[in-house]
């Protein structure tokens, strides 16, 4: 079994910075992508950042220039470090991995549809 859990929410008004954290604990064979997510209500759920194993980022739009993200391989942990905010950034975010892990001492299977529970970001004043 594999878990993601996000850390960093909160509120900041316009123009702060804050700082997500996505730990992933299991059976980890390889992580080979994570990424972050953010859904807004009445909104489809949208990529915000990713990064796979070889270090190859991709951010949306909206967000380039102002986040980035990270990746700490000992701690299987992904960061997003986001600058800059602005109210149309308040979302929920999610964060998501595609791991191959241990499903018996034997076989590794893969999952690209790992999520976290969410964390709320709400850029106001």
């Known amino acids: 079994q594999v878990q993601l859990v996000e850390s960093g929410g909160g509120l900041v008004q316009p123009g702060g910075s804050l700082r997500l954290s996505c730990v992933a604990s299991?059976?980890?064979?390889?992580?080979?992508?994570m990424g972050w997510y953010r859904q807004a209500p009445g909104k489809e759920r949208e990529l915000v950042a990713s990064?796979?194993?070889?270090?190859?980022?991709t951010y949306s739009d909206s967000v380039k220039g102002r986040f980035t993200i990270s990746r700490d391989n000992a701690k299987n942990t992904a960061y997003l470090q986001m600058n800059s905010l602005k109210p149309e950034d308040t979302d929920v975010y999610y964060c998501n991995a595609d791991i191959t892990y241990y499903s018996s001492p034997y076989y590794r299977r893969r999952n690209s549809d790992i999520w976290g529970q969410g964390t709320l970001v709400t850029v106001s004043s």
């Open positions: 299991g059976s980890i064979f390889r992580i080979n992508a």
């Open positions: 990064m796979t194993s070889d270090d190859t980022t």
